[in-house]
């Protein structure tokens, strides 16, 4: 029989062993391990804004209910660890600026109930995430783990939409001078604007991380990510896509051979019948070119917006209000294709500030972080800045903000770039 002596010892060690797991979790995981991992689950299920369903009169997607749980978990962890979020940042400011002007907006809309939605998806819930994300990412596996959910949502959605593509390609039943099919998203245009700064932050990973198991999931990602990128047949997204690797090649001290063999398996690339047909199509009159529509399209949101400058159309207003001008040629359009004109029709000019403020200080973060950053922040840092590179190219020609997916996907980007600044600065997290 063992004697009380020994019978505390056993349970003191006992103790001392449950007390070092729970200091290693919270090694692991921070102050908010929940949050984290709720946190991360959104990011995986930002193309599930698809699924939708009301709770009464309320409607709501499964991306909004995963987003609401990380935002609740966040909240009952900060009470509990007695810990304030860390709303301090070089985005705080513009974030506010970006949040009264849509409130401006919804007062100006033609319908203020859709406006209320747009305005609570878009701006509202994304930015409550980037605060998340901004207090609970501690560490580089934090902020890894955070993108690899993204990663995670993009393979499904890039796999399906590759799939019916292909399938197409394979019966002869798409033209690749036509629209192409798409899977879960309505157009292969939408999956290029969610995929390709996934794909930069991945690349920047793949090429530069100083973890070897985020390294290999970036690489697992973009054998999916890349081909399915351009089995969009978006002709934007390919030029992001392209732009993104560009950017890369320039970042590397191989610069020129990498320049060069990128040259060639573009060329390469442009002798396959279809890619080359999609292509030319923009080079010719007839179905398929959106060049004309595209100028006629800005020309009259330029007419629109100035007949009011100053609050533009208000949120969801775009449509209605170009529909007399825009409509009497062609089919209405839910926004300009255009990042910048699409900021200043839905949240007026103090909108459109704000969100190039916010632009620029998530690149500042960036280049800082890549340049100066320490060495297990940096892949993370180019990464978000060859992301930032693909929503700006994309951007002159289509609107890679107003969904749910793209709008969390850039502030969840946005939060991580002046994280892994502040976290590699000196006296920082």
């Known amino acids: 029989m063992p004697d009380a002596a020994s019978v ?40 599930a ?10 409607p709501t997607t499964l991306l909004e209910a995963a987003i609401l749980l990380s935002l609740a978990a966040f909240a009952v962890e900060s009470v509990r660890a007695r810990a304030v979020p860390n709303w301090r940042s070089p985005l705080t400011l513009p974030a506010v600026l970006l949040l009264v002007a849509g409130l401006l907006s919804i007062a100006v809309a033609p319908s203020r109930v859709a406006a209320l939605g747009i305005y609570r998806a878009y701006f ?20 890894c783990l955070v993108l690899a959910g ?4 993009a393979t499904v959605l890039a796999l399906a939409d590759s799939a019916v593509v292909l399938s197409g390609l394979a019966t002869h039943t798409f033209n690749p001078r036509t629209e192409p099919p798409a899977a879960i998203y309505e157009s292969g245009n939408a999956v290029a604007l969610f995929l390709v700064p996934l794909v930069g932050t991945a690349a920047a990973i793949a090429f530069y991380g100083t973890d070897r198991r985020a390294r290999a999931a970036a690489v ?50 442009g002798l396959l019948p279809t890619i080359r047909s999609r292509v030319a199509v923009q080079l010719s009159e007839g179905p398929g070119n959106t060049v004309g529509v595209r100028l006629e399209l800005w020309r009259d949101t330029l007419a629109m917006l100035r007949g ?13 209000r170009i529909t007399p001008l825009y409509a009497k040629r062609h089919d209405p359009a839910p926004y300009p294709h255009n990042i ?7 949240t007026g000019l103090l909108g459109l500030a704000a969100f190039v403020w916010i632009f620029c200080a998530t690149a500042a973060a960036g280049v800082r972080g890549w340049l100066r950053g320490a060495p297990e922040w940096r892949a993370l840092s180019l990464g978000i800045l060859l992301a930032l590179l693909a929503i700006a190219v994309h951007g002159m020609v289509d609107t890679p903000y107003f969904k749910n997916d793209l709008s969390l996907e850039f502030w969840g980007l946005a939060a991580l770039a002046t994280t892994a600044w502040r976290a590699s600065a000196p006296g920082g997290a």
């Open 308 to 320: 009011r400058p100053l609050f533009g159309a208000g949120l969801s207003g775009f449509q209605q």
């Open 49 to 58: 804004y698809v699924i939708r369903w009301h709770v009464g009169f309320y």
């Open 124 to 143: 509202v819930e994304p930015v409550l995430y980037a605060l998340v994300l901004a207090t609970v990412v501690k560490r580089p596996w934090h902020a």
């Open 340 to 346: 910048l004109l699409a900021f200043w029709s839905e």
């Open 8 to 47: 505390i010892a056993q349970g003191a060690g006992r103790g001392l062993a449950t007390e070092r797991g729970l200091h290693d979790r919270r090694a692991r995981l921070g102050d908010h391990p929940v949050a984290l991992s709720l946190a991360t689950i959104a990011a995986a299920l930002a193309p």
């Open 220 to 269: 697992v990602f973009l054998l999916v990510g890349v081909p399915g990128s351009l089995l969009t047949f978006s002709r934007g997204g390919w030029a992001a896509l392209l732009a993104v690797a560009v950017g890369l090649a320039l970042s590397h001290r191989l610069r020129w051979p990498l320049l060069g063999g990128l040259a060639a398996f573009a060329a390469l690339l």
């Open 150 to 153: 993204f990663w995670v949502g």
